[in-house]
């Protein structure tokens, strides 16, 4: 079987569609014409560019403490943006999200997820605890106070937003949480966690946002994908720890693992029964970081360009890496982590887009694969004497229309069968 075959096996759903008139007798023998209108599946990417844009700033007017275009070069992403993906994830690292103690970033952070949400696009809040970028001014204090305002943190941020953020990070890169140094500055989470153990601290995450928000889909991220984080999986699991998906982070700045890794990958963190969640996945279109590199982030360099050899491996690596995903049935989103290479981590030329704006081959690779070939563009079908017509496709939302009455309606994988009555 072919790649591309295999993806079209798992995802591919065939699905008997009864379509009525507005009266509720059924379209028998008509033309209809289908169309799909938003996939079920989410292709995320990360949305910090655009918290200027809908907070509608000028550049200039504050410093940009999550990275990413300032508000006149985002204007220029945002139909590149819109016209792939269709969940974005905003940026809540403590340290920057509330830097002055009492003084968070939620109302801009509120404006970026309406912003988002009115354009049709769910949004996913990245993280809620995470030892990284934690806040200065918590550091020195005595680890019961910590853990109150950690468990306060979480619950704001997850009450507060909830409604426009139903997606969390939980918590992120648990595996080196307790022994996390770092000599430029230490933090008061790691402490807490070498304190109470890794598994404590994760169910105070895990039990505070649902408690805050019910509804929440709450994700266990990591970027160390050893068997470290299988028994750390397995002891929460155990634990009674409702996890509603797994976070798989894949940062591939030294090169593409390839389709066997990856489905080693997949096979080992699919045996948990859970959706499995690509959170964070780059692939650069220039040199390619040495192999000996063991922490991605001491790989500092003032330049790190794009080339066109390098693009052309960047665009022949996500298709393969997509497609790989994809045909696994237990995968439930990737998120791709950057749309420019402007102001991307580590300075690397991992963007979709050129830092002047212009789409890179992998950029239109990826939306041949979304939009095209895993898209159902719109189609004449002619229904039997029942008003019914087979339809197949991916599962999402879709639109039917006889001549000036239409109707949207949702295939879903679970649902052989579905019904539509125009308007």
């Not at 999550?66 to 992403?77: K, Q, V, W």
């Not at 403590?94 to 002055?100: C, R, T």
């Not at 853990?147 to 009450?159: F, G, I, L, N, Y």
């Not at 948990?272 to 279109?285: I, N």
Request: with cysteine.
């Amino acid at each position: 079987m072919t790649p591309a075959a295999a993806v079209d096996a798992v995802r591919r759903i065939d699905v008997s569609l009864t379509v009525r008139r507005p009266d509720g007798s059924p379209c028998a023998d008509t033309e209809v014409e289908i169309a799909q209108v938003r996939h079920e599946f989410a292709f995320g990417n990360i949305g910090f560019d655009f918290v200027g844009l809908a907070n509608e700033e000028r550049d200039g007017d504050r410093e940009n403490v999550f990275g990413g275009a300032d508000p006149e070069a985002a204007a220029t992403l945002e139909d590149l943006w819109l016209d792939l993906f269709n969940t974005a994830t905003l940026p809540f690292y403590w340290g920057g999200f509330e830097a002055v103690e009492g003084e968070p970033d939620t109302g801009r952070l509120r404006a970026a997820a309406r912003w988002f949400g009115d354009r049709g696009v769910t949004v996913k809040g990245h993280p809620l605890v995470w030892h990284t970028l934690a806040p200065d001014w918590l550091r020195g204090r005595p680890l019961d106070e910590v853990e109150r305002v950690v468990r306060a943190r979480v619950r704001r941020e997850a009450s507060s937003f909830a409604g426009l953020i139903d997606t969390w990070d939980a918590i992120n890169e648990v595996v080196i949480m307790p022994v996390f140094a770092n000599e430029e500055r230490q933090n008061a989470i790691t402490g807490l966690c070498r304190s109470i153990g890794r598994i404590p601290t994760i169910r105070l995450a895990f039990e505070e946002a649902r408690a805050a928000n019910p509804a929440a889909t709450l994700v266990l991220n990591d970027f160390n994908l050893s068997t470290a984080y299988e028994c750390l999986i397995e002891g929460v699991l155990e634990a009674g720890v409702q996890v509603d998906a797994i976070g798989l982070q894949s940062h591939m700045h030294q090169g593409y693992w390839g389709e066997e890794r990856t489905q080693e990958v997949l096979e080992r963190f699919a045996r948990y029964g859970l959706p499995l969640h690509w959170t964070e996945t780059t692939l650069v279109s220039g040199d390619l970081m040495p192999p000996a590199i063991v922490d991605l982030n001491d790989h500092q360099v003032a330049e790190w360009p794009s080339t066109p050899e390098g693009e052309q491996r960047q665009a022949d690596d996500v298709v393969r890496h997509y497609r790989t995903l994809l045909a696994h049935p237990a995968v439930g989103a990737v998120t791709y982590w950057g749309i420019t290479d402007r102001g991307a981590w580590l300075n690397a030329p991992a963007g979709l887009v050129r830092a002047d704006g212009t789409p890179k081959p992998a950029y239109d690779a990826l939306r041949g694969l979304v939009k095209k070939d895993w898209w159902l563009a719109p189609t004449s079908l002619r229904t039997d004497g029942e008003g019914r017509v087979t339809v197949q496709g991916w599962a999402g939302e879709y639109s039917a229309r006889v001549g000036e009455h239409s109707a949207s309606w949702r295939l879903r994988p679970d649902t052989p069968s579905a019904e539509v009555t125009l308007s």
